[in-house]
């Protein structure tokens, strides 16, 4: 069977069977942790449609359990290995004998132990399916892999899996038929995976469950087999010869009749090597089917396996080196971050280079030449410059004095403001008493300010501990780096807080009337007084034109006394009625004297300069406020941060007596970087297995080459002998290429014209 092609085929599927064995080593199933999906043959199927005896005919030897129900309840894979055995040619193959030196089985789970006695492997799958799924008949995706080495056998990864069921039985949970389905399409639906769909010929094609569910994830029919059991039961004058010609339901791969031992069969213990001959007796003499024999039976269906496989593998190695070399490198970048496999540096370096590459970092995220640059977010100082320019600008822009003081109340702040003296011009007092007043609502935003910012530093702390990469290996410093930071900024908070207080309190207490900015009191007064009488018809009293009006003399002043409303007009209502007269008319004041009426019109005047003056010097403040508030929070605050942060992580943290307790690694940490260890380590395997089958390529494509030339009479055949320095050569060759991380499609693929035509046979030429 080890024929030179076979030979070839060999090296590329063992190097599969390898890498199947290095990624189940390391707990991954179909797309497990490893990430590398690999090609495999899966047999897919209804209950009872016969697949397990075709896998036990493909292997020659009984050792699937049997039973009722699903007996199939975990994936096996099932690796056949040709190994040439020392008397391959004279194997007895009609002793289906328990022990035989040249085939043994070997499970992953059970390493270094053989299996010769085939019952003991059915015994083992039965113990170690129930270990992991239990007795009640339910399905468990964790694999089997179990390793057939034989004489007999081509080398083969198949996969076996649980047949599709309809009706939950004993106690089996209700939802089998979704759980057995899920399991089933993750398998199959990955572009890697040959479905080998097992249909029973003596049942409608058209409601094959296996080729029903194959068609979903491959409705093209390119990467589908047919196998097509229990030929032998079809009622007499009816074949598969349409099935087999594509006529039914073409598949690329075509189909495979064969015949397994019926129950009654197994039951008497007919062996499997009488089974085969039966095959090929029932094929060679079957009217529909004797003239194309050769293509029918067990063991073509494995040669086309064999083929199909091969070719697969071949096709798709490049893609699963170049997969195996990204990982590699991801878990590696990894693995390097939690420590790598090399020795501790000293533990108070590594603390001082965290301390020395966070305060950078810091600096840099503040300063605003970080090099990842987000494109839609703002982030570390410009998001405080936000704060500042916008939320903190607006926010005092927004304050407007008099949305609190109302004209009443200026009113009220004048009359008491002047005493018990009634003022002559108006109340620069009640100005300073309204705009302090004003002034101490800048507070509010002022401290907000402050909190924002020092929100927007906590945030930077935040994305600084998830970014350093030693914190995630060691979480104790990472907390003690935490506690340390906020402390920090909790620290420089008071005197920022106390500051910007103090200079809302500079303000409020220290009106300067005199900035060249405010407008003062005459310029207030010209404008207020412009603009009432611009609003009012003029009358000869408050007429500037009138000159009367400017001059008071005595009967300017008799009339007014006459028209006169009270100097506290709009305090005091005079009672209606008869006015009483005299002292005897005069009462005790109420204990609240509150203004009744509208202003006056000199009071409107009054609360209209005040206003104005209030308006301007305000403004004044505002602008200094949103001046000078960022200054000071960049002082206290953030520019402090940056230049003290690392002096104080090194008091607090480069001691001698807490070095080794903040270098404490989690469990996490220690867990992972093993697994990345044992994962590097597969990978780097796996990576040595790929390159190895290129070279095993090369020497026999070489080999064969000069085996044809040496045939042709083009080669002197001891020539050929003397070309055994070409292995080491082209060994070099490929250590080269993986050296220099040549790309995986840049290596050799060879196409052999014989197993090309042998795997993708066309059907319309046999049938
Ligand atoms: N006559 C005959 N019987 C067959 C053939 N193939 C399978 N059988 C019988 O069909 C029954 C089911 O076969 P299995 O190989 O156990 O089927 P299965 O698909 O593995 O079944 P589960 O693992 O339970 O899903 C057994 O009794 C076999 O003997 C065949 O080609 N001819």
Avoid at 395 to 413: A, E, L, N, S, Y
Avoid at 475 to 499: C, D, G, I, S
Avoid at 508 to 520: K, L, M, R, S
Wanted: proline fraction near 6%; glycine fraction near 6%; charged fraction near 20%.
């Amino acid at each position: 069977m080890a024929s030179g092609t076979a030979g070839l085929g060999t090296e590329i599927v063992s190097v599969i069977n390898k890498l199947q064995d290095v990624f189940t080593s390391i707990g991954s199933g179909p797309g497990g942790q490893a990430g590398i999906d690999l090609p495999q043959i899966c047999v897919l199927g209804s209950q009872s449609s016969g697949k397990s005896s075709v896998l036990e005919n493909i292997v020659g030897r009984d050792f699937l359990p049997r039973g009722t129900g699903i007996v199939t309840r975990r994936p096996l894979v099932l690796q056949l290995i040709n190994r040439a055995a020392q008397a391959a040619n004279g194997v007895d193959k009609t002793a289906d004998k328990a022990a035989n030196a040249d085939e043994w089985g070997e499970f992953l789970h059970l390493p270094g132990e053989k299996f010769y006695d085939f019952h003991k492997i059915r015994d083992e799958i039965v113990r170690d399916t129930e270990a992991k799924t239990g007795k009640n008949a339910g399905i468990s995706p964790q694999p089997i892999n179990l390793r057939i080495y034989s004489p007999n056998v081509l080398t083969l990864t198949l996969v076996d899996l649980p047949g599709l069921t309809k009706v939950p039985v004993g106690d089996q949970p209700r939802d089998i038929e979704k759980q057995i389905r899920e399991m089933l399409t993750k398998y199959i639906s990955k572009p890697a995976c040959i479905i080998l769909a097992v249909t029973a010929a003596n049942t409608d094609l058209a409601n094959s469950d296996g080729l029903k569910m194959a068609r979903e994830v491959d409705p093209e029919g390119t990467r589908t087999i047919g196998v097509l059991t229990k030929v032998d039961l079809m009622d007499k004058g009816t074949d598969v010869v349409d099935i087999l010609a594509g006529r039914i339901i073409p598949l690329r791969l075509g189909y495979v009749p064969v015949v397994n031992r019926g129950q009654r069969d197994i039951e008497n213990g007919k062996p499997i090597s009488s089974a085969l001959e039966n095959e090929r007796d029932f094929f060679e003499n079957h009217p529909s089917y004797r003239s194309k024999a050769t293509f029918c039976g067990t063991p073509f269906l494995a040669r086309k396996l064999n083929m199909i496989l091969m070719h697969h593998i071949r096709a798709t190695l490049p893609d699963i080196k170049s997969r195996i070399s990204k990982n590699l490198a991801t878990y590696q970048s990894e693995l390097q971050t939690l420590g790598g496999g090399m020795g501790e540096a000293n533990s108070g370096n590594i603390v001082l280079s965290v301390i020395t590459e966070f305060t950078s970092e810091f600096r840099t995220t503040i300063d605003g030449n970080t090099n990842d640059l987000s494109l839609n977010e703002l982030s570390g100082g410009a998001r405080i410059s936000f704060v500042f320019h916008e939320l903190f600008n607006n926010g005092v822009k927004t304050i407007d004095p008099f949305d609190q003081v109302k004209d009443g109340d200026i009113r009220t702040i004048l009359y008491n403001s002047s005493g018990s003296t009634p003022a002559l011009f108006v109340g620069t007092a009640a100005f300073e008493v309204i705009v302090k007043q004003q002034i101490k609502r800048l507070e509010d935003p002022a401290i907000k300010c402050c909190q924002l910012v020092y929100d927007e530093l906590i945030r930077i702390l935040g994305q600084l501990l998830a970014k350093v990469q030693a914190f995630r290996r060691y979480p104790a410093l990472r907390e003690r780096f935490n506690a340390v930071v906020v402390n920090f900024f909790k620290q420089a908070m008071n005197p920022t807080l106390k500051l910007v207080q103090d200079m809302v309190a500079m303000q409020a207490c220290y009106v300067n009337t005199t900035h060249p900015d405010f407008i003062g009191g005459h310029k207030a007064t010209a404008i207020v007084s412009d603009r009432l009488t611009a609003n009012k018809p003029p009358t000869p009293a408050n007429d500037p034109k009138n000159p009367r009006s400017s001059i008071n003399n005595n009967k300017d002043l008799d009339v007014d006394a006459k028209q006169e409303q009270s100097f506290f007009g709009s305090f005091f209502t005079p009672k209606t009625g008869p006015k009483k007269q005299g002292v005897a008319a005069m009462e005790a004041p109420p204990p609240n004297i509150r203004p009744q009426n509208a202003l006056n019109d000199r009071e409107t005047m009054e609360t209209e300069v005040i206003k104005l003056l209030i308006h301007s010097y305000f403004n004044i403040v505002k602008r200094e406020m949103i001046d000078m508030v960022p200054k000071a929070i960049s002082l206290t605050l953030v520019s402090f941060s940056k230049e003290n942060l690392q002096r104080e992580l090194l008091q607090e943290l480069y001691k001698p007596e807490v070095l080794d307790e903040l270098l404490k690694e989690s469990d996490f940490v220690v867990g992972r970087r093993k697994e990345l260890q044992t994962m590097v380590q597969a990978l780097n395997k796996a990576e040595e297995y790929v390159i190895s089958s290129y070279v095993a390529v090369i020497y026999n494509l070489l080999l064969t080459c000069l085996s044809l030339f040496a045939s042709l009479g083009l080669w002197p055949a001891y020539k050929q002998r003397l070309f055994a320095p070409a292995l080491p050569l082209s060994r070099l060759l490929l250590f080269l290429a993986h050296c220099t991380r040549t790309p995986p499609h840049a290596l050799p693929t060879f196409h052999s014209p014989a197993l090309h035509t042998l795997s993708h046979i066309s059907l319309s030429q046999v049938w």
